[in-house]
T-cell receptor, first 115, second 117 residues
Framework: AQTVTQSQPEMSVQEAETVTLSCTYD???????LFWYKQPPSRQMILVIR??????QNATENRFSVNFQKAAKSFSLKISDSQLGDAAMYFC????????????FGTGTLLAVQP | KAGVTQTPRYLIKTRGQQVTLSCSPI?????VSWYQQTPGQGLQFLFE???????NKGNFPGRFSGRQFSNSRSEMNVSTLELGDSALYLC????????????????FGAGSRLTVL
């Protein structure tokens, strides 16, 4: 069975600094998708970034980028120039390829941004 | 474009009762998924519907059920409520259920917070 592990329950970063959130996963599949979702106190889950396993190039969305290491089954999220609005719970998620939208989530990392 | 709408946002029930939660997906989205979020178990997949058919089901007891209507709106029902059913129930919609890149991004609603007393 596929699993997703986030080993950092909480992280803190100074405003304008850079922070990296870790995520590892376990799967025997070769094709799959990985996501980072953000859940602020308002509870609405928001997609931050996604990565297709067949793409070697790391995904980037403005201040957010990933370091995808397929062989190591690692998928970390880097947030550059952190802003107060980045404070939230961040979830790493795995989705197998095929006709499904089932996501397997990690336990989340609570990110605090200090002014 | 309206987002995913979940109703009710908050509700309180007592043990043994049943509850029905509703989810209206983004217009044009045919896939709806449900997740349960609790502090202890985290985010767990409940089930997924596509074109009125259940495509996948998570590891939950039969008390949890759902359905999808022809307009893609979905409902989930929990019967004989237990204290452990207290949770945030999240609904998410997607344009399709398949491997087409870009079409499988889930958009989540704000959730329904269920408290069982």
């Amino acid at each position: 069975a596929q699993t997703v592990t986030q080993s950092q329950p909480e992280m803190s970063v100074q405003e304008a600094e850079t922070v990296t959130l870790s995520c590892t996963y376990d799967t025997s599949e070769s094709d799959y998708y990985l996501f980072w979702y953000k859940q602020p106190p308002s509870r609405q889950m928001i997609l931050v970034i996604r990565q297709e396993a067949y793409k070697q190039q790391n995904a980037t969305e403005n201040r957010f980028s990933v370091n995808f290491q397929k062989a190591a089954k690692s998928f970390s999220l880097k947030i550059s120039d952190s802003q107060l609005g980045d404070a939230a719970m961040y979830f790493c998620a795995y989705r197998p390829d095929g006709a499904t939208n089932k996501l397997i989530f990690g336990t989340g990392t609570l990110l605090a941004v200090q002014p | 474009k309206a987002g995913v709408t979940q109703t009710p946002r908050y509700l309180i029930k007592t043990r043994g009762q049943q509850v029905t939660l509703s989810c209206s997906p983004i217009s044009g989205h045919r896939s709806v998924s449900w997740y349960q979020q609790t502090p202890g178990q985290g985010l767990q997949f409940l089930f997924e519907y596509f074109s009125e058919t259940q495509r996948n089901k998570g590891n939950f007891p039969g008390r949890f059920s759902g359905r999808q209507f022809s307009n893609s709106r979905s409902e989930m029902n929990v019967s004989t409520l237990e204290l452990g059913d207290s949770a945030l129930y999240l609904c998410a919609s997607s344009a399709s259920s398949g491997s087409v890149a870009g079409a499988n991004v889930l958009t989540f609603g704000a959730g329904s917070r269920l408290t069982v007393l």
